[in-house]
């Protein structure tokens, strides 16, 4: 049995717990339930276009009953739609999050990747991650990668798309280089300046320093070793 403790219809709407419904149903200070009496029942709410539930458009909330599933679906004919979370800001809506063919994107509506992070905010990092475990417990970020020369575990660009450092699947970092030939390679540009050596500006491609006291004539050192009795020293 259906009973509508309080109800008025207007120009085809409905309205319960109103009388000047906003739409085509409106319930008002009241809660919609979609009761799914046994397991085997699902229940599901569609967005459709004309054509219904087997159109070539649309979207539905699914709930499945015999294992506690929520499920969003999509049901459009290009790779170009997806879902998108968004906020209004003085009614101006502003996209926050979407799920565009498999792609997560936060701050873009066409993620090109897996996951896509875009900031326009000034003097703001466009990402932090951190782990708030107890110390010896706190892991970061952890990056899976191929194991040769071709593959890119981490790569770092500027916004000319210029690869500022660059550590390969077979351990080689290169700082200024896309192809560093030892485990670890630094290119720098032409050193300029004439101010002499300590100067940052007349410095070689590494500038070493150290948080000695002024005056302590102490600067940044490099340590060789090896295995002794294999030559090290």
Same mark, same amino acid.
């Given at each position: 049995?259906?009973?509508?403790?309080?109800?008025?219809?207007?120009?085809?709407?409905? @309205? /319960? %717990? &109103?009388?000047? !419904? #906003?739409? $085509? =149903?409106?319930?008002?200070?009241?809660?919609?339930?979609?009761?799914?009496?046994?397991?085997?029942?699902?229940?599901?709410?569609?967005?459709?276009?004309?054509?219904?539930?087997?159109?070539?458009?649309?979207?539905?909330?699914?709930?499945?009953?015999?294992?506690?599933?929520?499920?969003?679906?999509?049901?459009?004919?290009?790779?170009?739609?997806?879902?998108?979370?968004?906020?209004?800001?003085?009614?101006?809506?502003?996209?926050?999050?979407?799920?565009?063919?498999?792609?997560? @994107? /936060? %701050? &873009?509506?066409? !993620? #090109?990747? $897996? =996951?896509?992070?875009?900031?326009?905010?000034?003097?703001?990092?466009?990402?932090?991650?951190?782990?708030?475990?107890?110390?010896?417990?706190?892991?970061?970020?952890?990056?899976?990668?191929?194991?040769?020369?071709?593959?890119?575990?981490?790569?770092?660009?500027?916004?000319?798309?210029?690869?500022?450092?660059?550590?390969?699947?077979?351990?080689?970092?290169?700082?200024?280089?896309?192809?560093?030939?030892?485990?670890?390679?630094?290119?720098?540009?032409?050193?300029?300046?004439?101010?002499?050596?300590?100067?940052?500006?007349?410095?070689?491609?590494?500038?070493?320093?150290?948080?000695?006291?002024?005056?302590?004539?102490?600067?940044?050192?490099?340590?060789?070793?090896?295995?002794?009795?294999?030559?090290?020293?």
């Amino acid at each position: 049995s259906l009973k509508f403790l309080s109800n008025q219809t207007t120009d085809n709407k409905i @309205g /319960i %717990g &109103t009388n000047v !419904p #906003g739409a $085509k =149903l409106e319930i008002k200070d009241g809660d919609l339930w979609l009761n799914g009496a046994t397991s085997t029942y699902n229940p599901e709410i569609f967005f459709i276009d004309d054509a219904g539930p087997t159109g070539i458009a649309g979207a539905k909330i699914r709930y499945e009953n015999n294992n506690g599933n929520l499920y969003f679906d999509h049901k459009w004919d290009t790779t170009t739609s997806g879902f998108f979370f968004r906020n209004r800001v003085d009614g101006t809506p502003l996209n926050t999050m979407s799920l565009v063919n498999g792609n997560v @994107g /936060i %701050g &873009t509506t066409t !993620p #090109g990747e $897996k =996951l896509t992070v875009i900031s326009s905010t000034a003097n703001t990092w466009a990402t932090s991650i951190e782990n708030t475990a107890a110390n010896g417990t706190s892991f970061g970020l952890e990056i899976v990668a191929g194991s040769n020369s071709g593959d890119k575990a981490l790569a770092v660009r500027n916004k000319s798309s210029i690869d500022l450092m660059v550590v390969r699947g077979d351990g080689n970092v290169g700082i200024g280089t896309v192809s560093p030939y030892a485990i670890t390679q630094i290119n720098g540009a032409t050193p300029t300046g004439t101010t002499g050596y300590g100067d940052a500006a007349n410095s070689g491609q590494l500038y070493l320093t150290s948080n000695a006291a002024v005056g302590s004539q102490l600067g940044g050192r490099i340590a060789f070793g090896g295995i002794a009795g294999n030559g090290g020293g």
